[in-house]
């Protein structure tokens, strides 16, 4: 999910037709293990079925036009696999596993140390210190069309400023149990990580990270804390004008590049006229990008217009798919969203990360919403996978019943529902009174 394994060497990424990489391997394992350890304690509810009728409804529509008939690989196939299949399962696992608070520490460490890499690997390819970036493709302007702006290991602004805001909210969540150098190291690091954003210019990458703030900063929790601290250094620089694109007395980012808003606007009326055509179950998956492709003079737009393709998620579902489809993933969403937010309003115990991880996981649903928006991000794969887990791992704490004190693995998460989740519905159901997390903070 983090590199581009194909521009590192050919044995880390098999091409079969369908791509074979070592984080897909190391995902089949996580799965296997999943489905043996935890046999006849999986729960299924409303959320799994949308989301086991959605990959159906994408492999049928796709095996049924045959949008990849005329390829050599299974491209839109692949694109099955990233947008309604890792990050199902993710969630599905999540959801269905068992947490103590070491292991939801040692999953933040592990973030901690992504975010790290990418953010001075980041920063030493942007300013040219050459032996501090590995891999080397990230310094081949041949790999990336997006000029200036910082793209990482995944050769795409948007795709680094995804994955580097979502790792920044997983941050400000450490600040509030961390001590010492720990916490001064976060707090370093969250400062670069906004530096990155920045340096990605990507409006909606920016967008994505102002609403992360704005759902933290108005959240019951700690949280509101660090980001009222970050928020007052990233005013600072708009008032001195250090950051051109981000300042107060120079045209910013926002008022730049007009030409990919028109073309997104063009983007939206050729998908809007498309659409009629075949209402209820689409075009067939794949076939939106197809024919702005091979057909442009169909929807009345020039054939040099669509050189990037489609740049809407949501458009290009609602194309391929139909309202069946749109539907389907839609309510995908609002299901996450009510949950969080039945789950904020209703939880009123104390603890170091129930109410953390709701917050961040609907600031996670709410960025993949606005990012949707503004690019086909069925060719992403971190930042839909990291959302969808960490809502899982939400609707996981909602599941847990009363328990003891201590677990085989670590100190467990005590008292932190009684029915909250009903596994029949997977909707929360009535919340009663929360314990704290055990354990005593690191």
Sequence with gaps: MLFLYQH????????????????????????GLFLKNTSGQRHGGTIERLMLGFAILCVL????????????????????FQLACFPFLAYYIASNSRYSEHDLKRLLNGVMVIQSYLVFTG??????ISWLVWPRYILDTTVSDQGERMTGSFSNS???????????????????????SKRLYLYVLILLSCACIYFTSTRTVWLGLFAMFVIFYFSRTGLRKSVRNVGFCLLVVALTGIAGKFSLYQKSLFSRRQETVEYRRTNLQAGLKAFPEHPLFGIGYGGF??????????????????SSGNENTW????????????????MIFILFICSNIRFLRRYDGE???ARPLAVLALAMVVYLVINWSTGDLRFHLYDPCFAFLVQGIVVGLAKRVPEGPESASG???????ERVMDPDDGALAQVTQFGRLSGQPA
């Design 158 to 180: 948007s795709m680094l400023g995804a994955a580097l805001v979502m790792n920044l909210g997983c941050l400000c969540i450490m600040t509030l149990y961390s001590k010492g």
């Design 61 to 80: 529509s796709w095996f049924v036009t045959g949008a990849d008939s005329e390829n050599a690989k299974f491209r839109w196939l692949n694109t099955i």
């Design 123 to 128: 920063l030493a390819a942007h300013y040219q």
């Design 8 to 31: 590192i060497s050919p044995f880390l990424n098999l091409d079969l037709g369908i791509r074979i990489s070592p984080d897909r391997l190391l995902f089949l394992l996580i799965l």
């Design 315 to 330: 458009l290009g579902i609602l194309v391929d798919l139909g309202l069946i489809g749109l539907v389907l993933y839609v």
């Design 351 to 353: 603890e170091p990360f």
């Design 411 to 417: 100190k467990d998460l005590d008292y932190v529902a």
């Design 289 to 306: 990008a197809k024919l702005m492709r091979e057909n442009p003079g169909r929807l009345d737009i020039n054939e040099k217009t669509f």
